[in-house]
């Protein structure tokens, strides 16, 4: 496997606290994504994704699912329920273990996770040392009642990751199609954490989306697999726009695994507070599978008729949090310039991962240029995400789609009329070509993909 690790911590440049608040303030204003339940003073940590948002994170789970499951004969879907009983985190490990260590400071009652302290004997808000209870752990699921009776069979959890049902569901998949080890089985959905200090806006939050993956094989092969998994997924970053330099796979410390782990690789993205996950990539053995064998009875493990043989397959996993890697996929692409003595805000996004394709901006609201602009609108519309803009000057309206990353902006101007052409204006270099009007689909298609 390459390493694709740079030698030292933190070119400083992006390291700002004020690029952060920028970007952060830039994804209120234009829709990306707000504080939930905002007019009745908001709720911690939750947030709303927004129409510019929800475009953005459909594009990154679209292009994991592309990339995961569409363009691979190996690898099936599954979406499980959130929803699940106590036996599926008795098992997991979960309900025992899936805790963080928390603390409270005695001068300033605030909370921290004493795991994530740059100094653990000091209170980063009131700066006193000495001031921390003895660590207590605090399981992180959130617990719910199923049905109209509180009692304990009622219990059930939200889950907390989606790869269990990945797990309790390896039986079924392996019945009912034609998959054989090395197989994978892929989810994209909601998990929940009661995170104990949630922050850096929707970097942690008690609810997210994530998407994993657990690729069953031979024990033989989990080595190699490991390896393929981590170059693999750490590649799909890189090919959708995320930077190289802001771009790293971290080997876990050996005092960093889990128990059952042989190996786990971080994919890390240099945020403006440090490196920081969006990716594990965990060789996990036999574990799982072992685990849920054990307290459902059930068999799991793959029969090869040609060898007589069974085994319990090991698993590679990669779990990816979608929410998180849309967050650093925006915060990649934001770049300011200085165009004619202003600055220039530009979310310089990869085509795939942009919210619009393109935008048309017919020159004036006059009914002769509006009229045609939205019929091509329309036709647009049905191969690509297409905004239409109206109002204030073409200048303005280029500048707003600068700050929504839309990699084109079709003009319909008086023109037009004349020609039956149109000008494309490019995002990046801000180049503007005369297209006809019946080649501006074919144009674009060849541009974004
Ligand atoms: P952390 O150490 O940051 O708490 P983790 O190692 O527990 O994360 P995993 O259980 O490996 O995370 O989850 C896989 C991915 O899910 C993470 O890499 C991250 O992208 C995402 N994720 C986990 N917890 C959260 C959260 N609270 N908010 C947003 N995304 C999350």
Not at 53 to 72: H, P, T, Y
Not at 391 to 416: A, H, M, N
Request: glycine residues 6%.
């Amino acid at each position: 496997m390459s390493d694709p690790s740079p030698e030292s911590d933190a070119p400083v440049e992006r390291s700002d606290p004020e690029l952060f608040d920028k970007i952060v303030n830039l994804t209120k204003r234009r829709g990306f994504v707000y504080p939930s339940a905002e007019i009745y003073g908001g709720f911690r940590s939750t947030y709303d994704y927004g129409p510019l948002g929800v475009l953005l994170l459909r594009n990154v789970k679209d292009a994991w699912w592309r990339s995961m499951v569409q363009e691979r004969g190996d690898v099936v879907g599954l979406d499980a329920s959130i929803l699940s009983p106590p036996a599926v985190w008795e098992a997991s490990g979960h309900l025992s273990n899936f805790t963080d260590p928390l603390v409270d400071c005695t001068n300033c009652k605030n909370r921290f996770r004493l795991d994530k302290l740059e100094d653990p004997e000091q209170c980063p808000s009131c700066g006193q040392r000495g001031t921390f209870t003895e660590p207590r752990q605090f399981n992180l699921m959130f617990e719910t009642q199923a049905g109209p009776v509180k009692d304990a069979s009622a219990t059930a959890y939200l889950r907390p990751e989606t790869a269990q049902g990945m797990f309790i569901n390896f039986k079924n998949v392996i019945d009912t199609t034609r998959v054989r080890p090395p197989f994978g089985i892929a989810q994209i959905g909601k998990s929940f954490r009661n995170e104990i200090t949630p922050g850096q806006f929707v970097f942690r939050t008690r609810e997210f989306e994530q998407m994993e993956m657990e690729y069953f094989c031979h024990p033989d092969d989990a080595q190699k697999y490991y390896e393929y998994w981590c170059e693999h997924r750490y590649r799909w970053y890189i090919d959708h726009g995320m930077p190289e330099d802001r771009l790293r796979l971290r080997p876990h410390d050996d005092d960093e695994l889990s128990h059952y782990s042989s190996g786990t690789s971080d994919v890390e993205y240099l945020f403006p507070w440090g490196w920081d996950e969006l990716e594990g990539i965990a060789n996990r053995g036999d574990f799982d599978l072992r685990q849920h064998a054990e307290h459902s009875g059930e068999k799991l493990e793959w029969y090869d008729q040609a060898a007589n043989e069974r085994w319990t397959p090991h698993v590679i996993e990669p779990a990816a949090g979608a929410t998180r890697t849309a967050m650093a996929f925006l915060m990649a692409a934001y770049d300011e310039e200085e165009v004619r003595g202003e600055t220039r805000v530009v979310l310089r996004f990869h085509p795939t991962i942009a919210p619009y394709k393109v935008a048309v901006l017919p020159l004036s609201k006059k009914p002769e240029l509006s009229g045609p602009a939205n019929e091509l609108a329309s036709e647009l519309r049905k191969r690509f995400m297409c905004d239409y803009d109206e109002t204030q000057s073409i200048g303005r309206r280029y500048r707003r789609q600068d700050e929504l990353g839309t990699p084109f902006c079709v003009t319909y101007d008086f023109d037009s009329l004349e020609d039956s052409a149109v000008t494309v204006r490019d995002r990046d270099s801000m180049e503007q070509q005369r297209i006809p009007l019946e080649g501006v689909a074919a144009y674009l298609a060849e541009r974004l993909h």
